[in-house]
C-alpha cells in the first residue's frame, strides 16, 4: 500500500518561496504518475501540478504556471512542488495523491491514494 505523506508547508510572506516534499512509501512508487493539489476554505479540491512516472512530463494549472515546478527522485520515492512568487490567493492545504491508472492528470478521481495535506499560508 502506498501512503504519501507531505511536508514543507508554512508560513511565508508574498512573493517567498516555500518547497512542498511527498514522501511516499511502497517499492512500486516510480511506476506512477504522481500530484499535486490543493484547497482553500469553502473551496473545492483543485488540481494544482502532476508529473509522469518517469518525470518527462509535467502539467500545470494555469493559476501556478512560471511560479511552480514539479519534480520526483524515484531514489528518494519522493516528489516536490517548488514555490515561487507566492500569492495570498496560494493559501490553501496542499496535498499529494498517487494517479491511479490513466484518466485526466487534471481530476481528483483520477488519483487514489492521497495524503493528510500540509497547510500553505501566504502573508499579504
Known amino acids: 500500500q502506498v501512503q504519501p505523506v507531505e511536508s514543507g508547508g508554512g508560513l511565508v510572506q508574498a512573493g517567498g518561496s516555500l518547497r512542498l516534499s511527498c514522501a511516499a512509501s511502497?517499492?512500486?512508487?516510480?511506476?506512477?504518475?504522481m500530484g499535486w493539489f490543493r484547497q482553500a476554505p469553502g473551496k473545492e479540491r483543485e488540481f494544482v501540478a502532476a508529473?509522469?512516472?518517469?518525470?518527462?512530463?509535467?502539467y500545470y494549472a494555469d493559476s501556478v504556471k512560471g511560479r511552480f515546478t514539479i519534480s520526483r527522485d524515484n531514489a528518494k520515492n519522493t516528489v516536490y512542488l517548488q514555490m515561487n512568487s507566492l500569492k495570498p490567493e496560494d493559501t490553501a492545504v496542499y496535498f499529494c495523491?498517487?494517479?491511479?491508472?490513466?484518466?485526466?492528470?487534471?481530476?481528483?478521481?483520477?488519483?487514489?491514494?492521497w495524503g493528510q495535506g500540509t497547510q500553505v499560508t501566504v502573508s499579504s
Open positions: 511502497g517499492r512500486t512508487f516510480s511506476s506512477y504518475a
Open positions: 495523491a498517487r494517479r491511479a491508472g490513466s484518466g485526466s492528470a487534471y481530476r481528483p478521481s483520477s488519483y487514489d491514494y
Open positions: 508529473i509522469s512516472w518517469g518525470g518527462g512530463n509535467t
